[in-house]
């Protein structure tokens, strides 16, 4: 495990973050398969450099913008979160980036924006897992506009102090802490700004196990396993499953009032 | 002996880290690969018999059957050891999750039959009651395949080729099971 050589900020976790190699070895990303050691091992065929991301939809001006400008727009901030996926699984990442409201407060969205929609690449040469199809191509994600708001809602460029490795979606993407990791969509070439709730990839796939929100929420289950404990990478045993992914001081007003059985 | 070289490499694997960052995750996937596989090539001794005339398979069936038996016992304290050997937890997704519902029943099915491998069962039960009893084999081999198919997030290819092949074997059995029935009216069978 590693520590960071800086003081900690508001938004990061104390506790132990997991290693590069153990972040790096172990993901799912089925642009490159279905297994956790495909990312790794195909990660070279993804090229970030150069990368645009077209910016469209409820905006005052779409444009498409290169990724090293789009960058530039921002100071880079770290932010050690807790990453928790629907598996029942988790890490500590230490990531590199800047908060997404600044990204959307500067795209200026209309009245009528009330999402936002992320979508994937889509590049069978550069992504070989596209050749199959046991997932709608490209990738796509979305938040409701309060949620892209929310100071904790991050866009990361790199990680443990360095650029974001191809396994780990490189070279944008996603970070929602709170939802289960793939909310959290990679390699990112389009944002929109929608008035209507956006389709999402594994409610696509599957709408009886993925829902929208994807809140981590211990008592929820999954219908296929018990979300009420997880593995973190490294260790033996599991731990509580916390509501939110232990940010629901943060975030859980962004949900009062919902039934969150319903809107899982 | 051979059957426990897959056990061997495991605790390798374990050992040097080679299972990855998740070793338990890794160890429960391979075991019950493992014992799908064994299963579905215990299960395929006879239809090899009967289709070729070669009586080897016929000979390492017993052995086949009762590593998969291994495996799945194996893949089911990994699994407990992943719960914290929790008898709650493991209650609850036995009653609750179809999908290990369907695993566990299978390895309870396997029980009797690891019992009863012996030789000795046999002329206990008699061939005909044994017989009937060791088709048991064909169920829990399809529940196993419905466990992984339940068991996969999305990549369902994998758990159809193991239904797809117990299916045939199960096709070949039934087919060859025509001659084997008219034998008794006096026509020669198959031996």
């Not at chain 1, 949620?147 to 979606?169: D, I, N, R, T, Y």
């Not at chain 1, 997880?230 to 916390?242: D, N, P, Q």
């Not at chain 2, 019992?115 to 081999?141: C, D, E, I, M």
């Amino acid at each position: 495990f590693v520590r960071p050589a800086r003081p900690l900020g508001p938004y990061d976790t104390q506790e132990a973050v997991t290693s590069y190699q153990q972040a790096t070895t172990y993901n799912n990303f089925y642009e490159f398969g279905t297994d956790k050691s495909d990312p790794a091992r195909l990660a070279g065929s993804l090229k970030p450099r150069p990368w645009t991301v077209r910016i469209d939809g409820e905006v005052k001006k779409p444009q498409t913008v290169d990724i090293d400008t789009l960058q530039s727009w921002f100071p880079l901030e770290d932010r050690i979160y807790r990453m928790r996926c629907v598996e029942g699984w988790s890490m500590v990442m230490p990531w590199l980036g800047f908060p997404l409201a600044g990204l959307i407060r500067r795209l200026e969205p209309t009245g009528k924006a009330k999402y936002v929609q992320f979508t994937a690449l889509l590049d069978t040469k550069q992504f070989p897992g596209q050749r199959s199809n046991v997932l709608d191509w490209p990738y796509v994600e979305g938040l409701r506009l309060d949620e892209a708001l929310h100071p904790l809602a991050f866009m990361a460029v790199g990680l443990h102090g360095k650029v974001l490795p191809g396994q780990s979606g490189a070279p944008l993407r996603l970070v929602v802490p709170w939802k289960y990791g793939f909310k959290s969509i990679k390699s990112i070439v389009k944002i929109t700004l929608t008035e209507k709730q956006p389709q999402t990839t594994w409610a696509l796939a599957a709408p009886g196990e993925y829902g929208f929100y994807a809140n981590v929420n211990p008592a929820v289950p999954h219908p296929r396993w018990s979300q009420a404990t997880e593995r973190r990478i490294g260790e033996l045993g599991r731990r509580k499953t916390l509501p939110f992914n232990g940010y629901a001081d943060q975030v859980a007003g962004l949900y009062a009032g919902m039934d969150l059985r319903k809107f899982f | 002996m051979g059957g426990l070289l897959p056990a061997a490499v495991l605790i390798w694997d374990a050992y040097t880290g080679a299972l990855g960052a998740n070793p338990i995750q890794r160890a429960t996937l391979q075991t019950g690969l493992l014992t799908l596989t064994l299963l579905v090539l215990s299960l395929a001794c006879t239809p090899l018999r009967l289709l070729t005339g070669w009586t080897w398979p016929a000979r390492i069936r017993k052995a086949l059957g009762l590593l998969a038996f291994g495996y799945g016992a194996l893949h089911f304290l990994i699994y407990l050891l992943d719960h914290g050997f929790s008898l709650g937890a493991m209650t609850e997704d036995v009653l609750e999750r179809p999908f290990v519902t369907a695993g566990f029943t299978a390895l309870l099915l396997l029980v009797p039959l690891a019992l009863t491998s012996g030789r000795n069962s046999v002329k206990r039960l008699g061939f005909a009651r044994w017989t009937r009893l060791h088709q048991l084999v064909y169920l829990a081999a399809s529940l196993g395949a419905l466990h992984y198919y339940w068991g996969v997030k999305k990549d369902h290819v994998p758990p159809l080729i193991y239904a797809g092949i117990i299916a045939a074997l199960f096709l070949v059995r039934f087919l060859k099971r025509g001659p084997v029935g008219r034998r008794g009216r006096g026509r020669p069978g198959p031996a």
